[in-house]
């Protein structure tokens, strides 16, 4: 993969597509969408709009949850969570940008039941790097990635929402 910007329209399209099958293949009774700060939440809103939920959007800080927390210290940005409502036995469509190692959502959701216990947690995700440190997958991906061991990927928003590749400083 080169460096370079890309938007992300096409790939947040599939993903309400998939996200509506899932709905309604699983047959969740109004849905609570989280996003996981900051870009799991750009997308949870967008998609959020297109799918028409009627439940409000949540917003997750998953800083105080990280394993590696001692090691790289506290984001100096940190935030509280947003839960509109209760997640006990709730269906959850979590939103996240990129999964990699499954470490994030790992913390996501021990956060998530540190709320409650939902009846279900679906994991949906902008990019997939193909990089499972967890045994955790996405059940909907806007697309995979595969980057070279110098590479990164950010995601910038929240409007407009574009992928940047750029080579590691």
Not at 121 to 143: C, F, H, K, M, N
Request: aromatic share 4%; with cysteine.
């Amino acid at each position: 993969m080169v460096s370079g910007t890309l938007s992300v329209d096409a790939l947040l399209d599939k993903m309400a597509s998939e996200t509506r099958a899932l709905i309604t293949r699983r047959d969740l009774k109004d849905p609570l969408m989280i996003g996981i700060r900051t870009g799991g939440v750009w997308l949870a809103e967008r998609l959020h709009r297109q799918l028409e939920l009627t439940s409000p959007l949540g917003v997750l800080d998953i800083s105080f949850y990280r394993d590696d927390f001692t090691q790289v210290g506290i984001n100096p940005k940190v935030q509280p969570s947003q839960l509109p409502c209760a997640t006990e036995g709730r269906d959850i469509l979590l939103v996240d940008d990129v999964i990699m190692s499954g470490r994030t959502i790992r913390a996501a959701l021990n956060e998530l039941f540190d709320y409650g216990r939902p009846a279900s947690v679906s994991l949906i995700t902008l990019l997939d790097l193909q990089r499972r440190e967890l045994p955790i997958q996405a059940d909907v991906i806007g697309g995979t990635l595969a980057l070279g061991p110098d590479q990164l990927v950010k995601l910038n928003g929240p409007e407009p929402l574009t992928l940047t590749i750029r080579q590691r400083d």
